[in-house]
């Protein structure tokens, strides 16, 4: 069965500086799709970034990376130059024919 | 382009008591969502329509869990008796075959507490 870990319940971060979310999924599938969610405090969950995992190169959004380690199945997220606004749940999802989440890593930023 | 709409936001009810849930989904989305997630954990799939057929429902606890997509735009998720673990936020979901796979627009979710 396919599992999803994020073993950060809680990270924190000053404002500007970068952050890494880290997660760890378990897969016998060759092609499937890697996603983080945000989810902020009584808002919608959307979608931060995805990655294929037949794609070598990381996905990048702006101030969102990925670093996707196919073989070793980790799939970390890492946030430059912090806003106050990234503060929030942010979820990591595997997909092939659905999406399972992990339990979530809930960021505070300070300024 | 307006949203997934969700309602009521809130709810509370007594144990063994009925409730249901509406989802409006984006207009055009063929696939609805609707996934249970409590507090603490990340939200789990309990239902997915392709239009108004059920793809996947194998989550589901179907002796008090229902849900209904007619005409394949709204949907109604329904739980009759509420148990205390039923407690959670209620979040549907949609997505169209132009999106990505995975790529899903949420609504911002029914919290539901049992007593």
């Known amino acids: 069965a396919q599992t999803v870990t994020q073993s950060q319940p809680e990270m924190s971060v000053q404002e500007a500086e970068t952050v890494t979310l880290s997660c760890t999924y378990d897969t016998s599938e060759s092609d499937y799709y890697l996603f983080w969610y945000k989810q902020p405090p009584s808002r919608q969950m959307i979608l931060v970034i995805r990655?294929?995992?037949?794609?070598?190169q990381n996905a990048t959004e702006n101030r969102f990376s990925v670093n996707f380690q196919k073989a070793a199945k980790s799939f970390s997220l890492k946030i430059s130059d912090s806003q106050l606004g990234d503060a929030a749940m942010y979820f990591c999802a595997y997909n092939t024919d659905k999406l399972i989440f992990g339990t979530g890593t809930r960021l505070q930023v300070f300024p | 382009e307006a949203g997934v709409a969700q309602s009521p936001r809130y709810k509370i009810i007594e144990k063994r008591q009925s409730v249901a849930f509406w989802c409006n989904p984006i207009?055009?989305?063929?696939?609805l969502y609707w996934y249970q997630q409590i507090l603490g954990q990340g939200p789990k799939l309990l239902i997915q329509f392709q239009n108004n057929g059920v793809v996947d429902d194998s989550q589901l606890p179907k002796d008090r869990f229902s849900a209904e997509r007619l005409k394949g735009v709204d949907s109604t998720l329904k739980i009759q008796p509420a148990k205390l673990e039923d407690s959670a936020v209620y979040l549907c979901?949609?997505?169209?075959?132009?999106?990505?796979?995975?790529?899903?627009?949420f609504g911002e979710g029914s919290r539901l507490t049992v007593l």
């Open positions: 207009s055009g989305h063929a696939t």
């Open positions: 979901a949609s997505s169209s075959e132009r999106t990505p796979a995975g790529e899903l627009f």
């Open positions: 990655q294929e995992a037949y794609k070598q």
